[in-house]
């Protein structure tokens, strides 16, 4: 027995389209505005994520309850603190210039791209080192709980946007050796590296920002 909503398309508005009809590929501007998008709306999301830990910075200092905001033997290496910061600014000046490059058409952007994620992936690996060489926990005041999070959870996003960055790597080593099908879901794919490179680049250097901003404060305020 047929059902009575039998042939009524879903939304009234739109006129059903027969099942004999194909669906063109989608244009590649589309993925490119959308990836343009995420990348702003991410950076965003970073910013209110990473506030909370400055506002619990500035309101435990100023609470100082019993005066252990920070003891004495509390006190991160300074030289790795600062080891860390300059390998995440270099990170992202090579993701910038890797940006650069394939603007330009420069085949070697890989080599830029590629640099950023070894130093950023370096960054976390001195970060993991103070942990280990730190004499104090998260549970020895205001200041150590504050920097055992903050840079903790600043590491995993570290790490995130690295895995970012590599899939753009990745991407562009296929479509050299296997350049996508022009009849796929999306009308010619491989113009999406460039957009997707730059989406990943933008938040990279958004998050270093934050990364920098992160070192004053724990080190230097």
Request: hydrophobic fraction near 50%.
């Amino acid at each position: 027995m047929e059902s009575a909503g039998a042939g009524i398309p879903l939304n009234p508005g739109v006129p059903g389209v027969s099942s004999d009809v194909a669906i063109p590929p989608e244009p590649p501007e589309i993925g490119a505005r959308s990836l343009y998008v995420a990348g702003r709306l991410l950076a965003g999301a970073a910013t209110f994520f990473f506030l909370a830990f400055l506002f619990a910075y500035f309101y435990l200092r100023s609470l100082n309850e019993n005066g252990m905001w920070k003891p004495a033997h509390v006190k991160p290496d300074a030289t790795l603190g600062a080891i860390v910061v300059v390998c995440l600014v270099a990170s992202a000046l090579a993701a910038i210039w890797a940006r650069v490059q394939l603007k330009g058409d420069a085949r070697p952007w890989i080599w830029g791209a590629g640099l950023a994620l070894l130093l950023g992936l370096a960054a976390v690996v001195v970060q993991c080192i103070q942990y280990s060489s730190a004499h104090f926990g998260p549970t020895n005041g205001g200041y150590a709980s504050v920097f055992c999070a903050w840079t903790g959870v600043y590491a995993v996003a570290v790490l995130a946007t690295m895995y970012w960055l590599e899939t753009q790597v990745a991407t562009e080593l296929r479509a050299r050796r296997n350049p996508a099908s022009r009849h796929g879901d999306i009308a010619e794919a491989d113009r999406l590296i460039e957009p997707s490179l730059d989406a990943a680049v933008f938040f990279w250097s958004y998050l270093v920002g934050i990364g920098v901003i992160t070192w004053v404060t724990l080190y230097l305020v």
